[in-house]
């Protein structure tokens, strides 16, 4: 007599180990080829360098040269200098941004609020707009020849140079908060909604007031959402470049290696693609680490 146990049990295990990758396709397939791929180019080319013979017009030749372009990239004096630029930039703009958007998903969800569509509507707005658009409207502001600001702030006996080496990046953080803050608060304005109305309840009925309620009990529970912020916003400041890219238009306080992205795509107009490709990776690597420390940091806080 034959059996027949052995020949289902194959194909059945088979489709279940392709479900997940199934499921896993619409994120992998752009992560890779939008991310990883591009990434691990960059650092190819890192590796390399252009070495031409016979003069201007002679022939060139790709060679490989380890991490001599990392070492010619750090030693360069913009580096640092724009690095700690952006990290300033970090530690004063992403707090600000962070509180500014908290305040207000916390206003809308207030039960005071009023035309909540409404305003949703108008804080968000700000991120529609291209960034572009958003400088040079800013940059108008900010033009001591143009300016209504300028003037006002004139007529009151407030002289300040918006666009002069001391204000220069407070200038763009304020074009950088004004953009994404709504983005941020409708972040943290979804996590408020997941809340349990239950929490606040009881908290009511314990006594707790309004603004007890909300950095007692709204305010922890959404800090999975403002961590989220957090770690964006980290990344999105490293990436600084529309900004400080339209201002140098129009102020000579911003230079072509003000920001490390500036400084890449300087280098690469430059026709260095090697080391702007070192300054590339080495920014995506202090970013990761960064946003991994951060979010270490967040996760110990939490217990």
């Known amino acids: 007599m034959t059996t ?10 088979h489709r279940h180990t392709l479900a997940p990758l199934a499921f896993l396709a619409p994120f992998l397939i752009p992560f890779v080829l939008f991310t990883l791929v591009p990434v691990g180019y960059a650092f190819w080319q890192s590796l390399h360098k252009t070495e031409r013979t016979g003069g201007t017009f002679g022939r ?4 490989f040269a380890g991490f001599e372009q990392y070492g010619d990239v750090v030693s360069e004096p913009f580096f640092v200098d724009s690095l700690l630029r952006v990290a300033l930039f970090a530690l004063v703009q ?3 941004m962070i509180a500014l958007a908290l305040a207000l998903a916390l206003l809308l969800d207030s039960a005071v609020a009023r035309l909540k569509r409404f305003f949703r509507l108008v804080y968000f707005v700000p991120y529609g707009i291209p960034g572009v658009v958003a400088a040079l409207m800013w940059a108008f502001l ?5 300016s209504p600001v300028v003037d006002l702030l004139r007529s009151a006996h ?3 140079d918006l666009l002069g080496p001391d204000a220069i990046l407070w200038s763009i953080g304020n074009v950088v908060t004004w953009t994404y803050t709504g983005y941020n608060m409708l972040i943290m304005y979804a996590a408020l909604q997941a809340v349990p109305a239950d929490l606040s309840e009881a908290a009511r009925v314990d ?9 007692r009990i709204k305010v922890p529970v959404i ?3 403002l961590v989220l912020t957090g770690v964006f916003s980290l990344i ?3 990436q600084l470049f529309t900004e400080p890219q339209v201002f140098r238009a129009i102020s000579t306080s911003v230079t072509s290696t003000y920001t490390p992205n500036l400084a890449a795509y300087s280098l690469a107009a430059g026709d260095r693609y090697s080391e702007a490709a070192a300054l590339s990776v080495l920014l995506a690597v202090a970013t990761f680490v960064l946003s991994f420390l951060f979010l270490r940091f967040t996760a110990r806080r939490q217990g």
């Open 60 to 63: 060139t030749e790709t060679v």
């Open 142 to 146: 900010y033009d001591p020849r143009l």
């Open 158 to 160: 407030i002289d300040v």
């Open 223 to 225: 800090r999975p959402a």
């Open 94 to 96: 992403i707090p600000v």
């Open 236 to 238: 999105g400041t490293f």
């Open 4 to 13: 027949t146990r052995t020949p289902v049990a194959a194909p059945r295990r």
């Open 207 to 215: 006594g707790a007031g309004p603004w007890t309620i909300a950095l």
